[in-house]
């Protein structure tokens, strides 16, 4: 066995440990490794000024490391050795893989210490005493990186504790923007998946728009992140200005040249007006590790406020590891999506093209199979949405301007139910409809 490529092997698996740390500082929460755990000085000395950044309850970032001063940056290997460490990191996920990869290398150097310390005791002594003293050790040796967690009792008793601070009127999770959507949900809870799918040119994006709008003008402490990869930021901020002001939206390409009122250019200063004093942060970053480092840059500038997040849209994020089938593409990237709403603790909404196999049925509402890769995206969303507009299909409906919200997974909520909202085409705008919506 060639022990030199092992152990070369084990240094890079620390280093890219470490890279991790510093990528997403968050996970030293989860960090259980000892620095005797590492091979490598540098890495011991590199993993003790991390926890000590943590016990100074400040940030993680290559910022807080250098102004722990040269002396410590050059016991850690100096700042372009750690500067580096960041860019090896393939998935911040595989971060309990690497951290159980090198607590089972040191259990394994420290079983080798105490066997070697035993052949040698052993050669000098009749005495069964050395057997007992090996026996001991090794039943202290616990295997697993098991975290330290609060016990089912606490657990208990915390989880009662919100509940006695929740209100009796309100929402329990963040307002929808849609009296009838909030009915059937209670909000979009947080910690929630949740995904929106439907065919071309059924409103998605505008749906997304509406909601988070809607909510953020009646929430002065909604602070929302809203990841649009499709479209460029002046073609989002035309929407808003128009689903605002009740624009139309092909004049909002040149205002200038199109509005030919007082009215119009009234409504556009008063949707601005609006709209500079919402907490909105539109940003084009297209892989998961990219949007959790903006979102934990927003919660922690803005720890008192709620925050949400949408993404338009899935099948545009970029994967971690493009070599994979695109099966296991979406498989991660979902899996991903689930985890930032869990370890942040908020909704994440995620807009989801649909497949062609719509277009072939005679009834063309969406069902769960027509998710594309929907095996991966039904098993991590904890809520599916669907929008219909029957309109879309068939000119002559009765149902023109109506979309139908279909909600075929809740898996905390009401399901198998839709609701009905009005759409203006002309404006973007979604509205609530001041009617009953019956159960399927």
């Given amino acids: 066995m060639d022990l030199s490529f092992l152990y070369e092997q084990l240094i890079n698996i620390e280093a890219e440990y470490l890279g991790c740390i510093i990528l997403e500082g968050s996970l030293i929460d989860q960090a259980v490794l000892s620095p005797n755990d590492f091979v490598k000085a540098e890495h011991r000395a590199l993993y003790q000024a991390l926890h000590d950044l943590k016990n100074k309850e400040k940030e993680i970032n290559?910022?807080?490391?250098?102004?722990?001063?040269?002396?410590?940056?050059?016991?850690?290997?100096?700042?372009?050795?750690?500067?580096?460490?960041?860019?090896?990191?393939?998935?911040?996920?595989?971060?309990?893989?690497?951290?159980?990869?090198?607590?089972?290398?040191?259990?394994?150097?420290?079983?080798?210490?105490?066997?070697n310390r035993f052949n040698a005791e052993a050669r000098t002594t009749l005495s069964d005493e050395p057997l007992k003293q090996l026996l001991d050790e090794l039943s202290k040796i616990e295997i697993g990186t098991a975290r330290e967690t609060l016990s089912f009792k606490e657990k208990l008793s915390k989880r009662v504790q919100q509940h006695t601070e929740m209100p009796t009127q309100g929402l329990s999770g963040i307002d929808t923007g849609f009296a009838e959507l909030n009915r059937v949900t209670d909000g979009w809870q947080r910690s929630d998946l949740v995904y929106i799918g439907a065919r071309p040119s059924m409103g998605k994006t505008a749906f997304v728009i509406n909601s988070f709008l809607r909510a953020a003008t009646r929430n002065p402490n909604l602070h929302v992140t809203f990841f649009s990869i499709e479209m460029g930021e002046g073609q989002i901020i035309d929407r808003l200005i128009a689903s605002l002001g009740g624009l139309n939206l092909f004049k909002m390409r040149n205002p200038k040249k199109h509005?030919?009122?007082?009215?119009?250019?009234?409504?556009?200063?008063?949707?601005?007006?609006?709209?500079?004093?919402?907490?909105?942060?539109?940003?084009?970053?297209?892989t998961v590790q990219d949007m959790r480092a903006a979102v934990r840059r927003n919660i922690s500038q803005k720890p008192n406020h709620d925050h949400i997040v949408f993404i338009d849209y899935l099948?545009?994020?970029?994967?971690?590891?493009?070599?994979?089938?695109?099966?296991?593409?979406?498989?991660?990237?979902?899996?991903?999506?689930?985890?930032?709403?869990?370890?942040?603790?908020?909704?994440?909404?995620?807009?989801?093209?649909?497949?062609?196999?719509?277009?072939?049925?005679?009834?063309?509402?969406?069902?769960?199979?027509?998710?594309?890769?929907?095996?991966?995206?039904?098993?991590?969303?904890?809520?599916?949405?669907f929008l219909y507009r029957d309109e879309y299909y068939n000119p002559d409906t009765d149902a023109r301007g109506i979309v139908e919200v279909l909600i075929p997974k809740n898996r905390n909520g009401e399901a198998g139910t839709f609701i009905e909202l009005y759409f203006d085409k002309e404006t973007n705008v979604f509205t609530d409809l001041a009617r009953e919506v019956d159960a399927l």
């Avoid at 850690?76 to 595989?94: D, K, M, N, Q, T």
């Fill in 315 to 385: 099948t545009l994020i970029r994967p971690i590891n493009p070599k994979q089938s695109r099966h296991h593409e979406i498989e991660e990237i979902s899996r991903s999506l689930k985890d930032m709403a869990r370890d942040f603790n908020i909704p994440v909404v995620v807009i989801a093209q649909l497949s062609r196999s719509v277009e072939q049925r005679q009834n063309k509402r969406p069902m769960l199979s027509d998710l594309r890769e929907s095996g991966a995206i039904e098993q991590d969303a904890d809520m599916v949405l």
């Fill in 62 to 115: 290559i910022v807080t490391l250098v102004e722990l001063g040269e002396e410590v940056l050059n016991k850690c290997g100096g700042f372009s050795y750690i500067e580096r460490l960041p860019s090896i990191v393939a998935s911040v996920h595989v971060f309990e893989n690497l951290q159980r990869m090198i607590q089972r290398s040191a259990l394994t150097r420290k079983v080798m210490e105490l066997t």
């Fill in 259 to 286: 509005f030919k009122t007082d009215d119009e250019w009234d409504r556009y200063s008063n949707a601005i007006g609006i709209l500079e004093k919402l907490n909105l942060d539109i940003r084009d970053e297209n």
